[in-house]
C-alpha cells in the first residue's frame, strides 16, 4: 500500500495555536523595532548631546526709515575660525586663538573688523519689497560672557531704498555658520524683531533660513513649533532621559503620571528662564541633565537588583498592581526636580531677552508645544511595543529593560564627566 498521501503522524498531534506555539517571531520583530530605535539613537549620542551646535541671537529695530539695525550675538571662538578661514584671514586665526578666554576678545574682533563684517554679511541679509539692503558696521565690537560662553556683539546697519517712505515687507535671512563649515551643526538664529510695525520673534536655521514681517502669526508660530519639535529630537540627552522614564514604567498610568510630571516641571522654568526671570549658567544645568538621566535609568536597574537580592521574582513586577506607593511618589518627586533643570536647558535654545509681550509668550508656549508633541509621540511608539514584548516574553522584556537601562546609565555618566571637565 502507498503511503504518499498520508499526513506524518506527529503533524496530526500538533495542533495549531500560533499565538502560544510560535510567540518568537512576534518577539523577535518587537526586539528588532526596539534595537533599531536605540540603534539610531546611541551612535547619534556623542555627537549631538548640546555640545556641536551653535546659536546665534539677532535684534532687529528701525531707527529712522528706510534703516534696519541689527544687533547681531556670535560666538567668538566659532567666529573667529570661520571667518579667518572663509575670509582668508590667518592673522585673525592666530590673534583670536591667542587672546581667546584672556578677556582681551574684543581686540582681536576690532583689528580685524572688516574681516568679521564682510563673513557675517554675506550670511545674513535684510531684503525689502525684493531688494537686498545695503549694510554697514555701526560702532566697535565688543565681547560679553553669554550662558559662560564669549560672544562677539555686531551691530549692522542695512539702508534700504525700496523702504523708504512706505511700509514694505522686511526679508531676514541667516546661513551663519552652516554645517558645510564642519564646525558646528544645526545652528539657529533666534530674531526678535520690533519692525514695520509688527514685533515678535522668529527662528531661523537651515531648513527655514528667512522670514517675512509680513507673515501671518499663524506662519511665524509654526516655524517655533517646528523648532521645539526639532530641538527635542536634536537634543540625545531629552529622549535618553525620556527613554529612561519608559522603561522603568510597569503600567500605562507610570509612564503618563511620569510624563506629564516632567512636562509641568520643565514648562514651568523653560518660561522663567526663557523670558529672563529666572538665570542659571549652562556650565551647572548641562551636567545635571546628565545626571539626571543616570540617576532615572540607574534607579530602575536597583529596583530590578533590590527584587532579585530579596527572592521576589523579577518579572511579577510587570504585572499592573492598585494604587501609589512611596516608591511611586518618590519617583515622581525625582522626575519633577529633574524636569525643572531640563525646562532650563530647553530655554538655552532661544536665550530671548526681550521683555515681556504676549506675542513672546505665545513663541515660547508654541516651542514647547513641539516639545511636547515629539515626546508624546515617542511615548506611543516605544510604550506599547514594551508592553507587548513584556507580556508575549516577559524574561526577555525583562533584560532589554536591563540592557537599555544600562546603556543609558553609561552614556549619561560619560556626558556628566565630560561637562564637569568642559569636554567636549
Keep these: 500500500m502507498s503511503h504518499t498521501n498520508q499526513r506524518p503522524r506527529r503533524a496530526l498531534q500538533r495542533p495549531r495555536r500560533p499565538f ?89 574682533m576690532n583689528a580685524h573688523a572688516a574681516t568679521v563684517t564682510a563673513y557675517v554679511t554675506e550670511r545674513f541679509t535684510v531684503a525689502a519689497e525684493g531688494s537686498a539692503c545695503r549694510p554697514r558696521q555701526v560702532g566697535d565690537i565688543p565681547v ?35 554645517d558645510a563649515e564642519d564646525y558646528v551643526k544645526d545652528t539657529k538664529t533666534i530674531v526678535t524683531y520690533d519692525l514695520d510695525g509688527r ?3 522668529a527662528a531661523l ?26 530641538h527635542l529630537l536634536s537634543g540625545i540627552d531629552h529622549i ?60 530602575y536597574l536597583w529596583g530590578v537588583w533590590k527584587r532579585r537580592s530579596s527572592g521576589i521574582p523579577t518579572v511579577a513586577d510587570l504585572a499592573p498592581s492598585r494604587g501609589m506607593d512611596k516608591a511611586d511618589w518618590l519617583r515622581l518627586a525625582v522626575v519633577f526636580l529633574f524636569g525643572l533643570v531640563h525646562g532650563l536647558g530647553f530655554a538655552s535654545a532661544l536665550g530671548i531677552d526681550e521683555a515681556w509681550s504676549w506675542t513672546l509668550l505665545w513663541s515660547l508656549l508654541v516651542f514647547n508645544v513641539g516639545i511636547e508633541a515629539v515626546q508624546l509621540g515617542i511615548i506611543a511608539v516605544v510604550f506599547p511595543l514594551l508592553i507587548v514584548l513584556r507580556r508575549r516574553a516577559p524574561r526577555t522584556g525583562l533584560w532589554v529593560g536591563i540592557a537599555v537601562a544600562a546603556a543609558v546609565t553609561v552614556i549619561a555618566l560619560v556626558w556628566f564627566v565630560q561637562r564637569v571637565l568642559g569636554i567636549e
Excluded: M, N
Design 144 to 178: 560679553h560672557q553669554r550662558d559662560g560662553v564669549p560672544y562677539a556683539q555686531l551691530t549692522l546697519e542695512f539702508t534700504c531704498a525700496a523702504a523708504s517712505g512706505g511700509h514694505a515687507a522686511h526679508e531676514i535671512a541667516s546661513a551663519l555658520f552652516p
Design 240 to 299: 535618553l532621559f525620556l527613554l529612561a522614564l519608559i522603561i522603568g514604567s510597569r503600567r500605562l498610568r507610570d509612564v503618563v503620571l511620569a510624563a506629564t510630571t516632567f512636562t509641568v516641571a520643565h514648562s514651568v522654568t523653560f518660561l522663567l528662564a526663557a523670558l529672563g526671570v529666572v538665570t542659571v549658567p549652562a556650565a551647572i544645568v548641562e551636567p545635571i541633565i546628565a545626571l539626571s538621566i543616570a540617576v532615572v535609568a540607574a534607579w
Design 199 to 201: 514685533s515678535g520673534s
Design 20 to 108: 502560544v506555539r510560535e510567540p518568537r517571531t512576534t518577539v523577535a520583530l518587537i526586539i528588532a523595532a526596539i534595537a533599531t530605535a536605540i540603534g539610531i539613537l546611541l551612535p547619534a549620542a556623542a555627537a549631538q548631546a548640546h555640545g556641536f551646535s551653535s546659536t546665534v541671537y539677532a535684534d532687529i529695530t528701525a531707527p529712522t526709515d528706510g534703516t534696519v539695525r541689527t544687533h547681531l550675538e556670535l560666538e567668538y571662538d566659532l567666529l573667529v575660525v570661520s571667518a579667518a578661514e572663509k575670509q582668508h584671514d590667518q592673522a585673525l586665526f592666530d590673534d583670536g586663538t591667542r587672546l581667546f578666554e584672556t578677556g582681551e576678545e574684543a581686540t582681536a
Design 205 to 230: 536655521d537651515a531648513q527655514h533660513p528667512s522670514f517675512s514681517t509680513g507673515q501671518s502669526a499663524g506662519e511665524r508660530f509654526g516655524e517655533f513649533f517646528l523648532l521645539g519639535a526639532e
